[in-house]
């Protein structure tokens, strides 16, 4: 009975024994066919669910080339070009985040070209500006008194004459103080102390309004106020009251050197290809190592650009750098020509923009940079202050920039437009138009000096309103030469309209300039 019960079990056994042998002998042999000398190991034990999302698949096509990978791994040539690719746009940005420390570089570099020397000189516009110097926008209507200080040798001394109005900025433009009107001597004039980041050394208690820059160089300009025209008057003040001596020799100062810089032949522009990241190299060599935020620290060092260390760029970064700066230059004149932010349009419906978006001369929206207002005023402009932003009726000034006509095309120096500016005018002091070169973003080169007209003008034609009716071309419109601006056919241009002692009206947009209209 125990023989017949356990004969069908080893009948049983012997198939399945039979199976395993031959999938083991099939597995075997596809191993060997697959994979010589590989070894499949069986899924780990303790093993994630991989969301492919996280993986890099082994070929990329991008617009820097395909990008290939074993397993996670990059070959050669992809290493090659993602280095290549964040050196190109660290090169754009520090082009960006970097051009408001090459300005400052440049007008001190170009006030000492001509004469003007760092702890010793002011320069002074005394009979006005004109084409012939090179400034991001400057005006033709005021007197400019201009300085600039390093601080790594002490504390400096600086007096401003009575009546004076402007800011003074640090390295990276970023304001420290405005003199004059809006500062703390309120236009009577005074003594300013700068002294250097870090130091601390003894200071007079009295005597002096002290600033404390987080930068040695300091730019300095402001304007004088002209009475009934006399010029002349204006700069004799000047040269009377203004002065600049270290600190250290306060008690017999040495004399200050004036240096009329009217009809002088100079640059304060910084430049647009790779020679700009030899300026900002210039610039950083000369500062404290925390001058800026350490993340603008290390987005210069990750170019070659380090405090204490020579930029010494090799042959493929210094070509990267150069291809870097020409679309930086290209994005920054997008950004100002093109703008894409609607928020700079001061009206809905016309061309006229601004750079203070929100009204912020730190170019802030809260706890938002905004990056490309910011990259806008630095391309297009020098000098900052709240009061150039944050004006109030009757007080400091307002802006208003065009690229364009009222059809929005660029304007063109070989035709005639015309703007309407209606009555009454919301300018307490007075307003002035200004023309500017969009190759240099300086006084455009003309046979007119003033490159621009204002309301006091001799001759100024008035509108039946108290308005005016400005004219911009090649020649003048019969009968309208007083009222006209000229340009030059062949050279865009752009233009600033300024009102000094904006009134209401232009807060409340109840009043409203034309755009310019094409007449030929």
């Known amino acids: 009975m125990n023989q017949l019960h356990h004969q069908p079990q080893r009948q049983l056994y012997k198939p399945l024994l039979w199976q395993e042998c031959r999938w083991l002998g099939a597995a075997v042999a596809a191993t060997i066919a697959v994979a010589p000398g590989a070894v499949f190991a069986q899924p780990p034990t303790y093993a994630p669910e991989v969301p492919a999302k996280i993986t890099t698949p082994d070929s990329v096509r991008t617009r820097i080339g395909t990008l290939r990978f074993k397993d996670g791994a990059p070959d050669p040539e992809t290493v090659r070009l993602a280095y290549d690719q964040i050196d190109f746009s660290r090169g754009i940005d520090a082009f960006v985040r970097g051009m408001s420390a090459t300005s ?10 001509a004469g003007v020397k760092a702890n010793s000189g002011i320069g002074i516009t005394e009979q006005l500006m004109d084409a012939r110097s090179l400034f991001l926008t400057p005006n033709t209507t005021t007197v400019y008194v201009l300085q600039c200080l390093n601080l790594r040798d002490g504390p400096m001394v600086v007096r ?3 009546r004076a109005l402007g800011p003074v900025d640090d390295a990276d433009f970023r304001w420290v103080t405005d003199v004059g009107v809006t500062g703390p001597d309120k236009g009577a004039g005074g003594a300013y102390l700068f002294v250097p980041p870090g130091f601390t050394g003894a200071l007079p208690a009295t005597g002096f309004h002290v600033a404390r820059p987080r930068t040695n160089r300091v730019v300095i300009f402001y ?18 009251n203004a002065a600049v001596f270290p600190l250290s020799q306060a008690a017999a100062p040495p004399p200050t050197t004036f240096v009329n810089l009217s009809g002088r032949k100079f640059n304060t522009v910084s430049a647009n290809d790779f020679s700009f990241y030899e300026e900002l190299n210039a610039a950083v060599q000369n500062e404290p190592a925390d001058w800026v935020d ?11 650009i380090r405090k204490g260390q020579p930029f010494a760029p090799d042959a493929r970064l210094r070509q990267t750098l150069t291809e870097a700066v020409a679309v930086g230059n290209a994005y920054a004149r997008s950004n100002a020509f093109a703008s894409r932010d609607p928020r700079t349009r001061i009206f809905k419906d016309r061309q006229w923009l601004t750079p203070f978006v929100g009204g912020s001369y730190q170019f802030l929206s809260g706890s938002e940079r905004l990056l490309e207002a910011r990259a806008m005023f630095f ?6 202050t709240p009061a150039m932003s944050e004006a109030r009726p009757g007080t400091g000034s307002a802006y208003a920039l065009t690229f364009r006509d009222g059809a929005g095309a660029f304007l063109d120096g070989g035709r005639t437009y015309k703007v309407t500016l209606p009555g009454p005018i919301p300018a307490k002091d007075f307003w002035a138009f200004t023309v500017y070169d969009n190759q240099t973003r300086s006084l455009l080169p003309t046979d007119q000096r003033s490159a621009g007209v204002d309301s006091n003008a001799t001759g100024l034609q008035r509108n039946a309103d108290g308005g005016a009716t400005i004219w911009f071309g090649p020649k003048a419109p019969a009968g309208k030469a007083a009222n006209w601006v000229q340009t030059m056919p062949g050279r865009g241009y752009n233009l600033i309209l300024r009102l000094y002692g904006p009134l209401e009206p232009w807060f409340d947009q109840t009043w409203q300039p034309g755009d310019l209209e094409p007449q030929t």
């Open 104 to 113: 400052v570089f440049a007008i001190c570099n170009g006030l000492e070209q």
């Open 160 to 162: 401003v004459p009575p």
């Open 379 to 384: 391309y297009l402009a020098t000098g900052i």
């Open 294 to 304: 350490p993340d603008t620290v290390g987005l210069y060092a990750a170019i070659g």
């Open 223 to 240: 304007r004088v106020f002209v009475e009934k025209g006399d010029l002349a008057a204006a700069t004799a003040t000047v040269r009377s």
